[in-house]
Nanobody
Framework: EVQLVESGGGLVQPGGSLRLSCAVS????????ITWFRQSPGKVREGSAS??????????VYDDSVKGRFVISRDNVRNTVTLQMQSLKPEDTAMYYC??????????????????WGQGTQVTVSS
């Protein structure tokens, strides 16, 4: 069974940076994509950044709201996926989850297509 464990959340001032990590373990051989989602109180869970695991280049995609500020990367040796967040804004405040799915012909940011989820890590951007 695939297990995902997030770490690295916390409180940061606007304009600051945080680095989130997602440790992946278990039966990971079939995993095709890992995505960072976030959810604020009263809002739907939305995809922030996603990366293909099995491709040689590790193609990444981003939501427009984080493009140019967030970078997702993978380490297939350590089985981790990292989200480097810069120029953080108060509207980035949310619970951040990493999620994994098998290869499927579906949009990367469709939460219902992800079978495995971590427990989440809170990011708060406030002065």
């Amino acid at each position: 069974e695939v297990q995902l464990v997030e770490s690295g959340g916390g409180l940061v001032q606007p304009g600051g940076s945080l680095r989130l990590s997602c440790a992946v373990s278990g039966g990971t051989d079939g995993i095709g994509r890992i995505t960072w989602f976030r959810q604020s109180p009263g809002k739907v869970r939305e995809g922030s950044a996603s990366i293909i695991i099995k491709s040689r280049s590790g193609v990444a995609v981003y939501d427009d709201s984080v493009k140019g500020r967030f970078v997702i990367s993978r380490d297939n040796v350590r089985n981790t996926v990292t989200l480097q967040m810069q120029s953080l804004k108060p509207e980035d405040t949310a619970m951040y989850y990493c999620a994994a799915r098998f290869p499927i012909d579906a949009a990367w940011n469709t939460a219902d297509t992800y079978k495995y989820w971590g427990q989440g890590t809170q990011v708060t951007v406030s002065s």
